[in-house]
């Protein structure tokens, strides 16, 4: 990530002390800004959680030529063009499983990233139909459409329960992530490329539990309902994952499933940082809840390259020399991990104390 701080030091003419590395990730941002800057980006379910932050990030730090929010609600397209009130931005009615809008909204596109997709594990057991149209037939088309109008680079975003999934939720994400990986071997000699972004539960967005908790707690509740003591999740900010996407648009070669190394939380430890001393109510794990999440499964491991802040799970599939060429590349930077080794929220090495989230938790309510 562009660290602004140690940007500000770099930049200062007065600075006595060089730090290289900052001065490296100068240059590094500049090489990521010109990529984006002038460029046509679609963002797939923009009006989110992810989109809207994603949004913000794009206007503050880049000058786009468009910036397409690509999604179903009209409301909220309304209401998200009256705050980002930019000559850039462009809003499109479209859904991702009507592939004919969606080749139409890709002309002269350049990025796309598609955040588009069914998430709430109950409704997708409830409505497997429709959860399958939306995120494995509604992938299909991005991929089409994408190779149809020849965009540069796609990213698709992902989810922890795609590993080892056992729900139906993680099982569409898993069938979505294969049929990104598996699309750089149908461009033929077009230029565009196709990745995934994997990453754990997104602090405070819509439907996540900490604005659960929030929402009980000022409507009086004398207990919180915990599903286990046990359970531990993956924990990642809004911005920190959108800092995680446009890192990883500039720095995929295709064919890539990018995993940041962040915490774990308990959920016992977030009842206690949001109402200290108030007790809890076990409730069980709701019908395809795991107690513990994984990002990286141990059937992976001969695929999976550690790096300073990420892991990457290259493709099972061999693709076009061209393509495999660029991903052995990464073997040269990368060190394999362990035979075994699983990325796994329960096992996780950093856990955020419950002070550390009393902190987090007044920047995200």
Request: proline letters at 5%; aromatic letters at 8%; charged letters at 20%.
């Amino acid at each position: 990530m562009i660290l602004e701080s140690w940007m500000d030091n770099v930049c200062n003419p007065t600075t006595k002390n060089i730090n290289w590395f900052a001065l490296w990730l100068h240059f590094y941002g500049i090489r990521v800004i010109s990529m984006l800057n002038g460029k046509s980006i679609l963002i797939t379910g923009g009006t989110g959680s992810f989109g809207r932050k994603c949004t913000s990030v794009i206007l503050e730090r880049y000058t786009p030529e468009r910036l397409i929010i690509y999604s179903r609600d009209e409301l909220k397209q309304f209401e998200m063009a009256s705050e980002f009130d930019h000559p850039a931005m462009r809003f499109l009615i479209g859904d991702v499983r009507d592939e004919a809008r969606l080749t139409m909204a890709m002309n002269d596109v350049d990025c796309v990233i598609h955040a588009a997709a069914l998430k709430q594990v109950p409704a997708a057991e409830y409505n497997p139909m429709e959860c399958i149209k939306t995120n494995i037939h509604g992938a299909q088309n991005v991929i089409t459409a994408a190779i149809e109008n020849n965009v540069h680079r796609v990213i698709a975003l992902s989810t922890d329960k795609a590993a080892n999934p056992i729900n139906l939720y993680g099982a569409t994400k898993l069938a979505s992530d294969k049929l990104f990986i598996a699309g750089n071997n149908l461009v033929g000699k077009r230029d565009t490329r196709f990745a995934v972004i994997r990453y754990g539960n997104v602090v405070g967005s819509r439907g996540s539990v900490l604005p659960f908790f929030r929402q009980l707690l000022d409507n009086g509740c004398k207990e919180l309902p915990i599903t286990d003591p046990r359970m531990t999740r993956f924990w990642i900010t809004l911005q920190q994952g959108v800092d995680f996407v446009l890192e990883n648009l500039h720095r995929m070669n295709g064919g890539e499933l990018f995993v940041p190394k962040i915490p774990s939380v308990r959920i016992t430890d977030l009842a206690e940082s949001l109402a200290p001393g108030l007790p809890t109510r076990i409730i069980g794990p709701r019908p395809g809840e795991k107690f513990h999440e994984v990002m990286c499964p141990k059937d992976d491991a001969h695929l999976t390259l550690e790096f300073d802040d990420h892991y990457i799970i290259k493709p099972a599939i061999n693709f076009s020399h061209q393509l495999q060429s660029a991903l052995e590349k990464l073997s040269e930077i990368g060190k394999p991990v362990e035979q075994g080794f699983e990325y796994n929220s329960g096992a996780n090495r950093h856990f955020l104390s419950v002070e550390e989230l009393v902190a987090l938790n007044k920047t995200i309510l």
